[in-house]
């Protein structure tokens, strides 16, 4: 586990297990300081899978919560074409951060698949935007990295993410309150907490989408005109959607 130290994101590492993370956020809550926890995992992490979603703009809640559901119904869809799997929307844990003027964010966890670790979730992830949209869903949270928490803020912020109930189709994810306690709803929104009876997916399930054989060739750019010129020419949606990219 992992926790900010200062606001430019410096972070002590803690060997704690689930329920003393918790504890920690509750006393933390108790003396009226902000938890600024993370989990981070290594290689052969088992995973659920997420989405991490941030819009840098100003839309309305119900817009937002319309980004959400629809990038739920996309995970739901290639699940199922993947993995033959049906991810229910009540088991489904989102958490949001209340509105900023110029960010909203959420995290999406999907209990009921476990991957054998975060290069197979980057595989889910990036067969999916090959064929459909994820809208504004960050990619890095596919590397050996961390997550931010339920109840946990960036250090000198006050945006923690907190259980939310989203509206999808004719069924809501699920919050605290469908759980025996709020520890329970916490551990389920952790994605390193698997469970035994998941179906698992392994590494060898990877599905290569394409493989680049050509050797790269050098380009050199001489100016800033050319360079543009270069800008110019590529896709829209290069411009739209960054993970494009990666």
């Keep these: 586990i992992q926790e900010d130290i200062c606001e430019e994101g410096n972070k002590r590492f803690h060997v704690i297990n689930t329920k003393e993370l918790y504890d920690k956020i509750l006393e933390n809550k108790t003396k009226n300081k902000l938890p600024s926890f993370y989990e981070s995992w290594i290689e052969n992490t088992n995973l659920v899978f997420a989405l991490d979603v941030d819009l840098n703009d100003d839309i309305s809640d119900t817009?937002?919560?319309k980004i959400l559901a629809k990038n739920i119904n996309n995970v739901k869809k290639y699940a199922k074409e993947y993995y033959d799997?049906?991810?229910?929307v009540e088991k489904i844990i989102v958490l949001k951060t209340k509105k900023r003027e110029d960010k909203q964010?959420?995290?999406?966890?999907?209990r009921g698949l476990t991957f054998e670790n975060h290069l197979v979730c980057k595989n889910f992830f990036f067969r999916i935007i090959k064929d459909?949209?994820?809208?504004?869903?960050d990619s890095s949270i596919y590397?050996?990295?961390?997550?931010?928490t339920c109840f946990s803020t960036k250090k000198g912020k006050d945006y923690p993410f907190v259980p939310h109930k989203l509206k999808v189709g004719n069924k809501y994810s699920s919050v605290i309150e469908d759980y025996e306690s709020e520890y329970d709803y916490f551990?389920?929104?952790l994605i390193t907490s698997v469970k035994e009876e998941d179906k698992f997916v392994s590494k060898d399930m990877i599905v290569e989408e394409f493989n680049?054989?050509?050797?790269v060739k050098k380009i050199e750019i001489k100016d800033n005109a050319e360079l543009e010129q270069i800008l110019n020419s590529l896709p829209q949606d290069y411009c739209d959607e960054y993970i494009k990219w990666n």
Excluded at 85 to 88: I, K, N, S, T, V
Excluded at 132 to 137: A, H, I, N, V
């Design 63 to 65: 817009d937002f919560n």
């Design 143 to 148: 590397g050996k990295t961390c997550l931010r």
């Design 187 to 189: 551990e389920n929104s």
């Design 85 to 88: 799997f049906d991810y229910d």
């Design 105 to 110: 964010s959420s995290h999406i966890i999907f």
């Design 132 to 137: 459909s949209k994820l809208e504004y869903c």
């Design 212 to 215: 680049i054989k050509e050797e």
